[in-house]
């Protein structure tokens, strides 16, 4: 990387403006990759664009890093095995809460970042729920939403379809779950434990987008869970920091209370005629039974 | 190889849930994540490290140089357009880590370089050298994974064969 080529063949340039040129050009071929990216500061950009007219190997050399760039950017993603989800996720529910971390070493060949990058992109929901359902069980810690949920447009799609709801005959029967499950592309968890009873399973319209309603008897009331896609899900920062904070999400509206959390591959809200305190009893019971689901052999 | 990747993708989501007290930003999340990925890799890297193949990388820069300094009648474009996914795995492996690394998280995960300098740990500096040179030994390993199977001699091998040598420059790293 010591050549360059010169302006013209047979220009005059002299040694001392060659060899500044030449340090310029050393100085600059490492950041041609950058340039590439369009991740320079303008000065340096155009520094770069004035030596480029005069620089036919950087020229090349910026035709390689496009080239490659572009082939990389098309390599498809290495899909993490069902498998290996369902190994985080009960390695981390059986993992006790821990005094100092336990951490187990793993053997490793060289540089597998490629495919376990990939995988860790689609494992990372995997924990989320996980440190939920440990949370949920054990602490069920609330986090109560700031604002209005009004402000938040799942809370706010949830409630209005909610009041719509129960104003009259609920749309649905227990029965129909196996059909309403096999509608909509993200898995679905009734609630567990014996307080609720399922009453009836539909599948409704939330801002454009499908979810499914699973109404339940708990005591003398109606509970309503909705059950949304991952991506709708965690579409708000609110619901994504609750959820980073390993809690569950609370809010109410005027005399309804609204909890949600996420699970696998899809996110759950909870809704009644309830404050949020109450609804958590129904939320940890279910969240319970679903660990207890997951570790059984 | 996979169930090594998929081992530290386990170990790395362990860590995570011990540690989400630690994620302040939930927008960095990935970043974050990567972040204790890579260190569970460097650990196990640490100790394999001796078993790892050495590699010549004066060799990959002289099949780059080749191509940028002459006008040739490669159209390394379309070389890399045709390029199998086996190919391209192949040719990172040829890459020593520091340099594979960064490009991997900027061509194929689509990290910023602000973000990869966290991620790894580097000043952002060091990200636009090691992506500059990272991508042009990736060209060089895949000229030189070409010039292999057509049979075509490399610059080297045709200096080597003019002098006589043995055809192993040194250059080895690691």
Do not use: N
């Not at chain 1, 009041?163 to 592309?185: E, I, Y």
């Not at chain 1, 009873?197 to 708990?218: F, H």
Request: one cysteine or more; glycine letters at 8%.
């Amino acid at each position: 990387m010591t050549d360059w080529t010169p302006l013209a063949p047979g220009s005059t340039e002299d040694p001392a403006e060659r060899a500044a040129r030449e340090s310029q050009h050393q100085v600059l071929i490492d950041l041609l990759g950058a340039y590439a990216d369009r991740e320079l500061p303008p000065e340096t950009t155009s520094q770069i664009d004035a030596h480029l007219i005069g620089c036919v190997r950087c020229r090349r050399e910026l035709a390689v890093h496009h080239a490659m760039r572009r082939r990389l950017g098309v390599e498809p993603p290495i899909a993490a095995p069902p498998a290996l989800r369902e190994r985080i996720a009960a390695a981390i529910a059986s993992t006790p809460v821990p005094v100092s971390p336990p951490i187990t070493r793993v053997s490793l060949l060289r540089r597998p970042l490629v495919l376990a990058a990939l995988a860790m992109t689609v494992a990372v929901a995997g924990v989320g729920s996980t440190v939920l359902v440990r949370h949920g069980a054990e602490t069920a810690a609330l986090a109560p939403l700031s604002t209005s949920p009004s402000t938040v447009p799942l809370l706010r799609d949830v409630l209005a379809d909610y009041r719509r709801v129960v104003a009259a005959d609920l749309p649905g029967r227990a029965r129909d779950l196996d059909a309403v499950r096999s509608a909509v592309p993200f898995p679905i968890e009734p609630l567990g434990g014996t307080a609720v009873r399922l009453l009836a399973a539909w599948t409704t319209d939330l801002g454009g987008e499908p979810a499914v309603v699973l109404a339940y008897r708990w005591d003398d009331r109606i509970v309503l869970q909705y059950v949304v896609s991952e991506q709708r899900f965690f579409q708000h920062p609110a619901l994504r920091q609750a959820v980073a904070d390993g809690r569950l999400l609370a809010a109410h509206d005027g005399a309804q209370g609204i909890i949600a959390w996420p699970t696998a591959s899809a996110g759950t809200l909870l809704i009644a005629d309830l404050p949020p305190e109450r609804l958590r009893v129904i939320g940890s019971e279910a969240l319970l039974a679903g660990k207890a689901a997951r570790s059984a052999p | 190889m996979r169930a090594d990747a998929e081992d530290a993708v386990q170990e790395a989501c362990g860590r995570a849930w011990l540690g989400l007290d630690e994620l302040r930003e939930t927008a960095k999340v990935r970043a974050w994540l990567y972040r204790i990925l890579r260190s569970v890799l460097s650990e196990g890297e640490e100790r394999s490290a001796r078993r790892r193949q050495l590699v010549s990388i004066t060799r990959l820069e002289e099949a780059h140089d080749e191509l940028v300094a002459s006008d040739g009648d490669i159209v390394f474009e379309e070389v890399a357009a045709r390029l199998t996914g086996e190919e391209v795995r192949a040719a990172l492996q040829q890459l020593p880590d520091d340099f594979a690394t960064v490009v991997e998280l900027h061509d194929i995960d689509g990290f910023k370089y602000h973000e990869i300098a966290e991620i790894v740990g580097v000043p952002i500096g060091t990200v636009m050298s090691r992506i500059s040179r990272g991508r042009r030994l990736l060209a060089g390993a895949v000229l030189a994974a070409r010039s292999a199977t057509t049979k075509e001699p490399s610059a080297q091998e045709r200096r080597s064969a003019r002098w006589g040598g043995s055809g192993t420059t040194g250059g080895g790293i690691r």
